[in-house]
């Protein structure tokens, strides 16, 4: 497959790394195809890995950095964000994966639109329940007609917008991701899929059980969702 040099040139990929995780590395092996003039920052809270710069460096045409910021998965994405020198921002997930058809689709989607969130299907990967099947169908659903992706569904979008939204709430304990596509319909910005999808990790459904999981994601969703949606209505009613 030929390397992919359109709008992915001005791409800056952040991935936020959580203490000792190492699925970043399979993630990396997934970018080959990036341009050269593209760039990938893990954002993680420990210090560098011993041999992350040979293993990025034999993994990818295009640089990758490791930067060190302070826990917190909405400082380390906006961390990212600042130091990052595209003008196109792809938040991803560490064990998402994604395929080289992804990438494509991803460029054609940001050539179609330059002002808005770009998001990507939803699928699990075989690490946990078979049950996870039916989050992923809720979530695409979802998605579909309500426009309300979340995080692990990788955001990508021009960095001028990611400011004008006010970047990741800092202040919130989890739900940053859901907070900002409520800010982006408040700013009328708009949420499009991409014609692709991406896989994530259910290994948080196994460790915890599908059911108890999955209630608290529910719960957690609608008890943020409500107040915004109130803020939604007064502000597009407002004379």
Same mark, same amino acid.
């Given at each position: 497959? +030929?390397?992919?040099?359109?709008?992915?040139?001005?791409?800056? %990929?952040? %991935?936020?790394?959580?203490?000792?995780? $190492?699925?970043?590395?399979?993630?990396?092996?997934?970018?080959?195809?990036?341009?050269?003039?593209?760039?990938?920052?893990?954002?993680?809270?420990?210090?560098?890995?011993?041999?992350?710069?040979?293993?990025?460096?034999?993994?990818?045409?295009?640089?990758?950095?490791?930067?060190?910021?302070?826990?917190? !998965?909405?400082?380390?994405?906006?961390?990212?964000?600042?130091?990052?020198?595209?003008?196109?921002?792809?938040?991803?997930?560490?064990? $998402?994966?994604?395929?080289?058809?992804?990438?494509?689709?991803?460029?054609?989607?940001?050539?179609?639109?330059?002002? $808005? %969130?770009?998001?990507?299907?939803?699928?699990?990967?075989?690490?946990?329940?078979?049950?996870?099947?039916?989050?992923?169908?809720?979530?695409?659903?979802?998605?579909?007609?309500?426009?309300?992706?979340?995080?692990?569904?990788?955001?990508?979008?021009? +960095?001028? %917008?990611?400011?004008?939204?006010? +970047?990741?709430?800092?202040?919130?304990?989890?739900?940053?991701?859901?907070?900002?596509?409520? +800010?982006?319909?408040?700013?009328?910005?708009?949420? !499009? /899929?991409?014609?692709?999808?991406?896989?994530?990790?259910?290994?948080?459904?196994?460790?915890?059980?599908?059911? /108890?999981?999955?209630?608290?994601?529910?719960?957690?969703?609608?008890?943020?969702?409500?107040?915004?949606?109130?803020?939604?209505?007064?502000?597009?009613?407002?004379?």
């Amino acid at each position: 497959m +030929k390397t992919l040099a359109t709008m992915l040139d001005d791409l800056s %990929i952040v %991935i936020p790394i959580g203490p000792g995780d $190492s699925a970043w590395k399979s993630l990396l092996s997934d970018l080959t195809y990036l341009p050269a003039s593209a760039e990938v920052l893990l954002v993680g809270v420990d210090a560098e890995p011993e041999k992350f710069e040979h293993y990025a460096a034999t993994t990818l045409t295009c640089t990758a950095r490791w930067l060190q910021s302070e826990p917190g !998965r909405a400082r380390q994405l906006n961390y990212g964000a600042e130091h990052a020198t595209g003008s196109i921002l792809w938040f991803l997930h560490a064990d $998402s994966r994604v395929n080289p058809a992804a990438l494509d689709m991803l460029d054609s989607a940001l050539c179609e639109s330059h002002d $808005s %969130i770009h998001y990507f299907e939803l699928a699990f990967q075989a690490d946990g329940p078979r049950l996870t099947g039916i989050n992923a169908w809720g979530a695409n659903l979802r998605s579909r007609f309500l426009h309300l992706p979340f995080g692990d569904q990788g955001y990508c979008l021009a +960095k001028h %917008i990611f400011r004008q939204l006010g +970047k990741f709430d800092e202040t919130v304990r989890y739900g940053e991701d859901h907070l900002l596509i409520w +800010k982006a319909h408040r700013e009328q910005v708009a949420v !499009r /899929p991409v014609a692709a999808t991406l896989t994530t990790s259910a290994r948080k459904y196994k460790q915890y059980g599908w059911l /108890p999981q999955t209630c608290v994601h529910l719960w957690r969703t609608g008890r943020q969702a409500l107040p915004q949606f109130a803020r939604l209505l007064i502000d597009r009613n407002r004379p």
